[in-house]
């Protein structure tokens, strides 16, 4: 059962009137994300979405007593270690800021959780990294994800492909955590039910010529190229290069590979391929992409609904604290975000505060239908879609 109650000293400032006027202050979120590199034409749907949630916090006033939510936006680059964790530094050394919504990619992710988060005690919910080693990585208790781990994409991966009679398929990742780990959990899944990988081959990216790389994948065969990689980056490459060559015209495209450019890229070069990102066809879902078109981007995008989740639940949290410290509101994250409670969805962030401020029991399932499990992850819902007439679109959820 969770506990969401406010301790008594602070409900009884509240009710004096003592709460608000000691609470009212400015909350920084940092958000993290790969505003330039290989995931670029899907971050800023993704920074947008985040910033829609603290707007909508901000508009209400119902955070700590009138807090003001002011987001400071980090780039990731998604690839640069090093420069990601700079990035990360400045904002909670220089900005102060007292939560990190991010990063994207899970290597970056990995470096800014221990060089960064663990060392200054911050809290970071991702919206997007998804590696299976972060399900285990060190964390103090600092580091959650609106985003499943990629253990459970292997297995929708699997069933899809299984659902299309398709026995047979070749395997490139970009080698990196994210692609490497997405590899794995999708071989492994997948030679358990009985498919065949033929290769399992990594890809650098930023190459201007991948015909090698392709080359070596149609050698090996494969009714279906599956491209664990980045849309922006060198999946695209792999893909063109397949085309192009005639190795392959059908692949299935994990949650890197989908974003629109695809369709401006590709078009009906692609009809025919399929994949699936996460996403989820709750109330939630529709209510977030009107609110996204009222402020001018796509919530459609991947990874921009969770976004805002991520978002919504670190302003949750610290509410069920009545505080902004990290120290503090970690510990509710898990309360505010599953149930048993009321449910709160997109446009509703200020009803969820003030349950909360009250001392309810709240269930936050937002935009992605948001339940959090052990490890502090999404346990994950995926939109199934497929290419028609030169654009994808999405044709089931599991």
Known sequence: MKKLMLATSAVAMMASGAYA????????????LGFTGPLESITPAMGAGAELAMAEVTASGALLG?????SVR????????????????RLVTSDAVDAIMGADCSGVTGAILQNVARPNGVVMISPSATSPGLST?????????????DARQGVIITEILQD????????????NDYGKGLADAFQAAFEEAGGTVTISAAHEDGKADYSAEVGALASAGGEVLVVAGYVDQGGSGIIRSSLDSGAFDTFYLPDGMVGAVL?????????????????TDNAGAGIFVDLAAEAGFDGTGAFAPESYDAAALIMLAMQAAGSKDPADYKEHVFDVANAPGIEILPGDLARGLEL??????????????????????SAGSYQEIEFVDGVYSTINFR
Do not use: M, Q
């Open 21 to 32: 006027a000691g609470h009212a202050e400015e909350v920084k979120i940092g958000v993290v």
């Open 66 to 70: 009138g807090a003001t939510v002011t």
């Open 74 to 89: 980090g780039d990731s680059t998604c690839i640069d270690a090093g420069a990601a964790t700079a990035a990360a530094e």
């Open 137 to 149: 990585a060190e964390d103090d208790g600092l580091f959650f994800r609106t985003a499943p781990s």
């Open 164 to 175: 299309r009679g398709v026995s047979e398929v070749a395997l490139t990742y970009t080698n």
């Open 263 to 279: 369709n401006d890229n590709f078009g009906s070069e692609l009809n025919g391929s399929f994949g699936a990102y996460p996403g």
């Open 356 to 377: 909360v401020a009250a001392g309810e029991d709240i269930d936050y399932v937002g935009a992605s239908a948001v339940e959090l499990i052990g490890p502090g992850e």
